[in-house]
């Protein structure tokens, strides 16, 4: 069944001041509710917290003591529309955030709540683990290679299946880059003269073309797809680049217009900017190096996304497969039942 619109044009909620800020675009409705819940399924039936017309910006102190809160955008006649902050706000992983809650062309809107993206997973503090606790995560799907899982094993709350997905297996560009900075001088000369970014490119290119990217990306696409599955986070080292495309594949399939795709693929930047700032630091400092023998501003492209790298994908799909409905079917040899299930399950109807 088509997915029906929403009449919100725009909507968003970010944390802000110890509170929230939630603001909304809805023409032709004449009141919007707001109600919140700890739970997206719960939001719609929660207590209301505002009432305003069908275009506002409102601040909402924290209803409760609890750490996450869903606010359901209810109009007088019409579906409620549910979203949360996206970041988790986690200290030993910054990127960790919400997938959903983007406006798909066909207006309807990708449903929160039910799938994350995130970097690096070793490192949380207990308290990341009780706020991972409380989104009844399901299935952890971790991308990384071997030699990156071994190195920096996950944390996991209990009673959460562990899925590897190694999407590099058959060529690990990007697990390969941390052996590469164990050698400067290599890594110095490699990024020098735009190295850096043509070596970007290519594992995004990787990302769509490699067997093991593909095999693993389809898994990704099922297990999203399933509806009895329950919530999923995937994640990489830094939930930039191989959790980067599977965030703008799963986007794209589901109707997201590419700019939005863009926008979501750059927030990284803004979210990792603290965490790989300071572990370039840290490697310098631990290897007695100076920023002559390894200029931070040859690896910043590394340590960051730019909109070049995710094009690279795109045009990896477009010169391999013609456009995304041939690289699912072609390229992940999946049936498109799977895409309807997909569309099902994370769009809101």
């Known amino acids: 069944m088509p997915a029906t619109p929403s009449p919100f044009e725009t909507a968003q909620v970010t944390a802000r001041g110890g509170g929230y800020s939630v603001t909304w675009r809805a023409p032709g409705v004449d009141r919007v509710h707001v109600r919140a819940?700890?739970?997206a399924v719960n939001a719609a039936a929660g207590p209301e917290v505002a009432l305003a017309g069908p275009s506002a910006t409102i601040d909402v102190p924290p209803p409760g003591p609890?750490?996450?809160?869903?606010?359901a955008l209810t109009p007088d006649d019409g579906p409620p529309l549910t979203l949360a902050e996206r970041s988790l706000g986690l200290t030993g992983a910054p990127n960790f955030r919400d997938?959903?809650?983007?406006r798909a062309a066909d207006g309807s809107w990708v449903r929160m709540g039910l799938f994350?993206?995130?970097?690096?997973?070793?490192?949380?503090?207990?308290?990341?683990?009780?706020?991972?606790?409380?989104l009844g995560l399901a299935t952890v799907c971790d991308l990384r290679t071997a030699a990156e899982r071994a190195a920096a094993p996950d944390r996991l709350p209990e009673a959460v299946r562990s899925v590897v997905l190694d999407v590099q297996g058959d060529a690990p560009l990007?697990?390969?880059?941390?052996?590469?900075?164990?050698?400067?001088?290599?890594?110095?000369?490699?990024?020098?003269?735009?190295?850096?970014?043509?070596?970007?490119?290519?594992?995004?290119?990787?990302?769509v073309a490699a067997p093991s990217a593909r095999r693993n990306y389809a898994r990704l696409l099922e297990l999203l797809a399933d509806p009895?599955?329950?919530?999923l986070v995937y994640h990489c080292t830094g939930g930039k680049d191989r959790t980067g495309?599977?965030?703008?594949?799963?986007?794209?399939?589901?109707?997201?217009?590419?700019?939005?795709?863009?926008?979501?693929?750059l927030a990284s930047n803004g979210y990792l900017r603290e965490k790989l700032g300071d572990l370039l630091h840290d490697f310098l400092t631990e290897h007695e190096l100076d920023t002559a023998e390894l200029n931070p501003e040859l690896v910043a492209p590394v340590m960051q996304v730019h909109p070049e790298y995710l094009q690279a994908a795109f045009d990896e799909v477009e010169a391999r497969y013609g456009d995304l409905t041939g690289y699912?079917?072609?390229?992940?040899?999946?049936?498109?039942?799977?895409?309807?299930?997909l569309r099902a399950r994370l769009l809101t109807r």
């Open 328 to 341: 699912v079917r072609d390229g992940l040899a999946l049936d498109p039942s799977i895409v309807d299930a």
């Open 99 to 102: 997938a959903g809650g983007y």
């Open 66 to 71: 609890a750490r996450r809160w869903y606010f």
């Open 245 to 265: 495309w599977a965030s703008a594949l799963v986007l794209s399939l589901l109707g997201v217009p590419r700019e939005t795709v863009i926008a979501d693929y």
């Open 174 to 207: 990007g697990g390969d880059l941390l052996a590469l900075f164990e050698d400067p001088a290599r890594a110095a000369a490699m990024f020098q003269h735009g190295g850096a970014v043509r070596l970007m490119a290519e594992i995004n290119r990787s990302n």
């Open 37 to 39: 819940a700890t739970t």
């Open 116 to 134: 994350y993206r995130a970097d690096g997973l070793n490192t949380l503090t207990e308290e990341d683990l009780r706020a991972m606790s409380g």
């Open 228 to 231: 009895y599955g329950g919530p």
